[in-house]
Each structure stands twice: as C-alpha cells, then as structure tokens.
C-alpha cells in the first residue's frame, strides 16, 4: 500500500493498529467512535463482523489505521475457522495490536485463547478493558485490571468505555506514542478501504442482526448485485441479494406479506443515504445457498475466503 505524499510535519506520525478481542466485545463501536462515522457493522449479538476492514482517523500530525478483526473464538464451521485466521493473519502486518476485554465480566477461556495465541507476537499490545461502565462498584475494577496485567505483563491497561466515552481521549494518546514516524497511507478524506458496494452489504446485514432473532442472522450473506446512478435523477440504484441456508429462514426473513423485508429495506435505505449523501433506491432480493457456510466455494463468492 502506498503512502499518501501529501505534505505532512516533519514529525507525523502513521500506523496500521489490529484491534482484537473476543466477540461482542466493542471492537466496530470502538473503530466507527475513532473513524467519526460507521466504517463497519456493530450489533449487539456476536461475531458481527467477518472481514479485516481498515477505518482510517487523519489529524494534522498523525493517521491511525485500524484494522477490525473478527472476533477470535472457538471455530468448528469452515467459515468460523476462516474469520479467525483472518483476525490472527492480521497480527504480522501491524505496528501495534489493541486488545478489548470485557470488563464487566471475568476473563474468559476466548481471552485466554487469544492470550495463547499473542504468546510469540512480537508487536507491542496496548489492553483496552472495555465497558467500565457496567462495573457497579469501581473498586471491582482494580482485581480485572490486575488480572489483565498478569495476563500479558507487557502491555499497557487502559481501563475504557467506548459507548461512554470514557477515557478515550486518553487511549488515543497513548495509542499515537506506539506509531512510528511516517507520511499518510490515505488521502485525509478518506475513512476507509471499503470499496462502496461492500459498505453497503455491511449495512444490509447490520439491519438484518439488529432485527432478526435466534439463528437467522448467523445464517446471512449479503451480496450487492448492482450499484449505480441514475444521473438523470440524481439516486443511487442498488440491487442486492440476502442468502440464508435454509427455506424456513428465507420466510422468516420475509415476513408475512413481506414485512420483515421491508423494514429491513427501510432501515438500510436511510443508513445509506445519510452515509453517501444521495437519494437511493435499494431493491432486496432473498435466495436461498443451502449450508454457505460449509461450502468453500460460497464463502469465497461471498467475500469470507481468501487465497
């Protein structure tokens, strides 16, 4: 990747920053709060997001380059196995790895796991000990802050709360003393490395896990057939296609008279538009791939495989 040779300081600073976490732990909410926009999908339910996407904060003195991972977890399924390659894949290519954990929990085995795998890891590892803001009694937060600690003694614990804004302000700082000296990657306006068309299917799916329940959305591709203007007009047309593995999913993603469709079209329409700043029309279409998950062939049509 090439750097951006606009004029920068003498002492900018640049970097690429994995963050990496268990699922459901904060890491989208965390890059979209640096980004200052949604540069990837967030819910609520786990393992939301399935690709390494880059969101990119540019200041005057300094570009941070976060790499979003899927969540590291125990994988059975091809495609589980895949998201967590990927997320560990990203650990060669970074100059600093940022580590959420859960802090209104104890650790988990998937925090251990993960301890496991950054065991050899050269990169310098920053521990970002996520939603302080569920921990009733602050003291309760000295004994997790420890145990962090004892579990990877030489990183730095920034006790933080994304959704609060806790300590951000502060986890910045320390992040930017970790980047070494080096012109833009990206132009300043950009945000992301997402080509449009897959930002967009993020954001289909992203409805889709925020409105569905029980298995469906596990169970969910999104694919965006068509993207263009119509300039005449002035809208943006997109075509898209929502897979799920199952007939009894594709119904109840439909909804009776095709409701649940609808609002899941409703919801993502007005995300894109506020987003690209045009009128859209989106047209969802839902089709059925029997067992994508376990078909090697889909998930690399569908963008989760690599090489």
């Known amino acids: 990747m090439g750097a951006n040779m606009t004029k920068v300081p003498a002492d900018h600073k640049a970097g690429f920053i994995a963050i990496i976490g268990r699922p459901n732990v904060g890491k989208s909410t965390l890059m979209n709060c640096f980004v200052g926009q949604k540069v990837t999908a967030v819910s609520p339910k786990p393992q939301t997001t399935r690709n390494r996407i880059a969101g990119v904060k540019t200041t005057e003195m300094y570009q941070m380059i976060f790499w979003d991972t899927p969540g590291i977890h125990h994988a059975e399924t091809l495609f589980n196995r895949e998201m967590v390659r990927l997320a560990l894949k990203t650990l060669d290519d970074v100059d600093l790895i940022l580590w959420m954990i859960d802090a209104s929990g104890p650790l988990s085995d ?29 003291p309760e937060l000295l004994p997790m802050i420890d ?9 730095e614990v920034i006790p933080i709360s994304v959704t609060e804004g806790v300590n951000m302000d502060r986890l910045e700082h320390i992040l930017i003393t970790y980047l070494p000296e080096a012109p833009r990657f990206f132009p300043p306006e950009q945000a992301t490395d997402q080509p449009q068309y897959l930002l967009v299917a993020e954001i289909i799916r992203e409805k889709v896990f925020q409105l569905m329940h029980q298995e469906v959305p596990y169970a969910v591709a999104v694919q965006v057939d068509e993207m263009g203007e119509r300039q005449e007009e002035r809208i943006m047309d997109i075509q898209a296609t929502i897979y799920v593995e199952k007939d009894s999913q594709k119904g109840i993603l439909i909804g009776a008279g095709g409701q649940m469709l609808k609002k899941i079209g409703q919801q993502a329409r ?25 078909d090697a062939e889909a998930l690399r049509r569908f963008g989760y495989l690599h090489g």
């Open 110 to 138: 998937e925090d251990r796991q993960i301890q496991g795998h950054l065991r050899e890891v050269q990169t310098p590892i920053v521990v970002a000990l996520n939603k302080v803001d569920l921990v009733r009694a602050k």
């Open 147 to 155: 145990a962090c600690q004892k579990l990877m003694p030489s990183a």
């Open 270 to 294: 007005n995300e894109i538009e506020r987003i690209f700043g045009t009128r859209v029309y989106l047209g969802l279409w839902v089709k059925v791939r029997k067992a994508w998950r376990k």
